[in-house]
């Protein structure tokens, strides 16, 4: 259901679902929508560094880290990283995953309304 088309009809589609289903589908998914306040997009990563000082263990291969960073999009679609402390890696990763299930139960509302446009039954 990743690509949100989870309908009725052996293709996939939400053709072959009601009208009636199709909202009462769109109504418990924006049930399922969790409080917002927290949404952080984006994807955890993490690295290991050599930090460049001349005899450091780091020279030889015990590489520093490794380090959680978030990444995110920024303008001209580039990824930044933004650095997470160990502290609040636990807490961004949360976040994280929440995100990511705002944004698949949006997809498939969206598909949901595509559809009720292209009936032209969009309330």
Do not use: F, W
Request: charged share 25%; with cysteine.
């Amino acid at each position: 259901m990743g690509d949100h088309k989870k309908g009725g009809s052996p293709d996939g589609s939400l053709a072959g679902v009601s009208t009636r289903e199709l909202r009462a589908r769109r109504r418990r998914l924006l049930a399922r929508v969790p409080d917002l306040e927290g949404y952080m997009a984006g994807s955890l990563v993490e690295q290991s560094r050599r930090c460049g000082k001349p005899g450091c263990r780091c020279t030889t291969g015990d590489l520093h880290g490794p380090y959680v960073y978030l990444s995110v999009s920024q303008a001209a679609g580039r990824r930044g990283l933004i650095y997470v402390p160990a502290t609040l890696a636990e807490a961004v990763a949360e976040k994280v995953t929440v995100s990511g299930s705002v944004r698949q139960l949006l997809g498939e509302i969206s598909a949901i309304n595509l559809e009720l446009v292209a009936r032209r039954e969009l309330e």
